[in-house]
């Protein structure tokens, strides 16, 4: 099976669930708190090892007890960890996270050590890079280093995937011409391309025109809808859904392409892995949590039997 690398975010999601926000000078009690490990770069790694890939990440963390707890994590998972650097006098990135019983979110997001990950530390890794056959990234990391990242990519043949999110309105197209996969949802192909997306025609126009500025294949997720694959000069193609009853989408598009890579590099083919990404993805969903609610090898499996 084949190598994969995340470049990317770790976050530590710190819930707490509360009967009303505090207001200003106000402190409240809550009844209840915890803790779980996220961010875009770990989710998607975590989903790709689940399922028996080989993966190496890439990032940073501060010198705090979230540190520790990253990587514990990421070693649980058997991911390779000899890239996750801790930098000293740096909080690690955390997101606080309130939920109020209307099921209403308000969110913080820390950084941290996250936002120092520099084009050097891929320069440091890039012997390791280079044994890989699929670079992932998403953009809670300087865009500087994704830009690098897609360029190392490209100066050495190996295969890059960018999911554009958060979905900056700064993204330099030029820069991610050279990606091998571009998979956004469609809020973040609207703000990539400026077009509207409220509908699968529309995503299939704004895909094109990013295929137009010279990106070769756009994924894009369309949530209960499925997928739709849009490659130059070859007809769009729609990846049906899997009907589920969902219980929590959070994290449903990390958990499609931690599992997208983890099948490609397995032989490179693209229909088997947007088939086995719409399950993985339908899958997760009937779980509460994010990186809790994605399967290990075997119970995927299951569900796909
Ligand atoms: P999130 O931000 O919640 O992680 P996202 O907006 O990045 O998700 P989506 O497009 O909502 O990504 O979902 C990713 C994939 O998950 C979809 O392409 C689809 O395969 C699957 N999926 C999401 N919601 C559903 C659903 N309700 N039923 C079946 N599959 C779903």
Sequence with gaps: MGKIAVVGSNMVDLITYTARMPGPGETIEAPRFEMGCGGKGANQA???????????????VGDDIFADNTIRNFEESGIDTRYVERVPGTSSGVAPIFVEPSGENSILIIKGANALLSPADIDRAAEDLKGCDLIVMQLEVPLETIYHTIAFGARHGIETLLNPAPAPTDLDPKRIEQVTFLVPNQTELATISGLPVTSEAEAETAARALIVRGI????????ARGALLVTKGEETRRIEPVRVTPVD????????????????????????????????????ITRPGTQKSYAGREAFEAFCA
């Design 249 to 284: 989408t959070t994290g449903a598009g990390d958990a499609f392409i931690g599992s997208f890579a983890r099948y490609y590099v397995e032989n490179r083919d693209l229909d088997a892995a947007l088939h086995m990404a719409v399950r993985y993805a339908a899958d997760s």
């Design 216 to 223: 070769r294949t756009v994924i894009v997720t369309l949530g």
């Design 46 to 60: 975590i989903a790709a090892a689940r399922l028996g890939a080989e993966v190496m990440m890439v990032t940073k």
